[in-house]
């Protein structure tokens, strides 16, 4: 087997063979019980993690409270400094941890560098956003009043992730709250531990550098049920949630249940419209590179495409072409362009969703199936699919994380945006037009419903300088760029009175 330089990466990581799951700062400690992670480009085993047990828990919320008395304290100019020094560490470090992330979660090398490569821009990003932290000022109705508002550091942010974007979406959140002078405690995916303990090492040589309170940053591997602890505890001010709708629903209630905040990034289900206007070339590229890049398990990757009736059998003959080429294997290879699935338990929702969806009606122009034999040990590599379907197909309507592309014909645009809006999800969305009229229709209003739509880019790839999230099912949290740093601090509206009197607002009178 091909090393690709992973040992050599790993060690310079800081990952051993047997390792604790829960860190404070850079002290690691874990009372819990050990699980395993294997990496699904070639079934190795990467090593054990002892993960975190309640009184690990609450050790860390403690840290957590007493280093945000401190770090609320610093300003945040000083603060987005320390992000700053993160963002030069993450430099450092790219190449391994873009490996580490394509050799435990299975994207490819180049999609796991970018996922760094985004790390390092939501780092420069914040450090601006740490000078312009900006409240309005407005003026008062009453004589020798000011008023202005301003924003205030919130406190706990917990950070639950997801396996697919298993270092990128810690760093969003991260940087934007420590700027904010939040404190941060992180509980990554099971699947996904060693990319969490790697972020954490970076991480804590930045606090250590600068001498600050090892609790405002730390990491529980752990299992859901110091999660759902996470989710309840009223001393955790904000939770930032990245996962399935399911687990997101329950989030959101138990959240708001004790007048917690939350931001909620749960699935999606893209598509691009495609219209008789499209340059079908850039449609082919958007659309495979959405479909099958990271094996189809992004929140963005493109699920559905809408087709019109005049370039359908064209669009479907250049994908067949197009699928025949793709070359499946190990994500470190750069000659391959899909990797694994995350796990065998992915592997058999791929195949359930292909078996409903043939159930349903649907015709494979392209068949799936999951490959064995040399090279393909771990078990996770399967085939992308191509079906032709309705969108009213149960299976259509829901997101399976994984390689199936769904195609839908259609007439007018109208009806287009109408099947493009029609499911439970919000997140990303696309049309792929030449055309003015078209592309400003599905921007207006009365077009696209989803909390990002594109014109001539595909669904997937979205850069950190926009808000990024989505509406209906999707959960309707932003996080990343624009002004979604308001989610991360408290607003306070101040009104300051420099006369020798007392005026009511509103004009009451009231004389004692
Ligand atoms: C996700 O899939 O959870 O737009 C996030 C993209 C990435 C982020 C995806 N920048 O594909």
Redesign the pocket.
């Known amino acids: 087997v091909k090393d690709f330089g992973i040992e050599k990466s790993l060690k310079n990581l800081g990952i051993k063979d047997d390792n604790k799951g829960t860190s404070v700062g850079g002290k690691y400690f874990a009372s819990g019980k050990t699980i395993e992670s294997y990496s699904p480009v070639d079934g190795r085993l990467i090593g054990k993690v002892k993960t975190s047990s309640e009184s690990d828990y609450e050790k860390v919320i403690q840290s957590a409270q007493k280093a945000f008395q401190e770090f609320r304290l610093i300003p945040a100019p000083k603060r987005g400094e320390v992000v700053r020094q993160l963002g030069l560490k993450l430099r450092e470090y790219k190449d391994d941890l873009g490996k580490l992330v394509s050799y435990e979660m299975g994207k490819s090398l180049q999609e796991g560098l970018g996922e760094v490569q985004?790390m390092i821009d939501i780092c420069d990003f914040a450090v601006g956003l740490s000078r312009q932290l900006h409240g309005f000022t407005m003026h008062s109705e009453r004589p020798g009043h000011r008023m202005y508002e301003q924003y205030h550091p919130l406190g706990i942010v917990g950070i639950i992730t997801?396996f697919?974007?298993p270092v990128?979406?810690w760093a969003w959140n991260t940087a934007l709250s420590w700027i904010c002078g939040n404190v941060t405690i992180w509980k990554p995916s099971e699947k996904t531990p060693f990319c969490a303990i790697a972020c954490q090492n970076i991480m804590a040589e930045v606090l250590k550098e600068n001498n600050l309170s090892e609790g405002i940053s730390s990491v529980m591997v752990a299992e859901h049920e110091i999660g759902q602890k996470l989710v309840e505890d009223k001393r955790v001010s904000l939770i930032s949630f990245?996962g399935s709708t399911r687990v997101g629903r329950m989030v959101s209630t138990t959240v708001a249940g004790r007048f917690g905040k939350s931001i909620l990034?749960l699935g999606?289900n893209n598509a691009i419209i495609i219209s008789q206007d499209a340059d079908i070339n850039m449609s082919i590229i958007g659309a495979v590179f959405g479909a099958v890049g990271?094996a189809g398990?992004?929140?963005?990757?493109t699920r559905r495409l809408i087709i019109h009736e005049s370039v359908y059998d064209e669009v479907k003959n250049r994908l067949v072409k197009a699928y025949g080429q793709l070359k499946i294997g190990n994500p470190l290879d750069e000659t391959n362009h899909v990797g694994p699935l995350i796990d065998v338990h992915a592997v058999n929702q791929y195949e359930e969703s292909i078996k409903k969806c043939k159930k349903e009606g649907g015709k494979f122009i392209v068949e799936g199936g999951v490959l064995s034999g040399k090279d393909y040990e771990s078990g996770c590599y399967v085939k992308p699919c191509i079906a032709e379907v309705k969108n009213s197909y149960e299976i259509v309507q829901h997101e399976t994380f994984a390689p199936i592309l769904y195609l839908i014909k259609y007439k007018t645009l109208d009806e287009a945006i109408a099947i493009q809006n029609d499911v439970p999800q919000g997140l990303?969305s696309a049309i792929m037009t030449q055309n003015l009229r078209e592309a400003e229709l599905f921007l207006s209003h009365a077009g696209s419903d989803c909390g990002?739509a594109n014109v001539n880019i595909g669904t997937?790839?979205?850069?950190?300088g926009g808000a990024?999230g989505g509406e209906k099912e999707t959960g309707g949290g932003r996080e990343s760029g624009s002004d979604a740093w308001k989610y991360y601090m408290r607003r306070q509206t101040n009104t300051i009175n420099y006369t020798t009197s007392l005026p009511l607002a509103q004009g009451i009178k009231f004389d004692i």
């Open positions: 985004e997801a697919n974007f990128a979406v990245t990034e999606g990271t398990q992004r929140c963005t990757s990303s990002i997937s790839g979205a850069e950190i990024f």
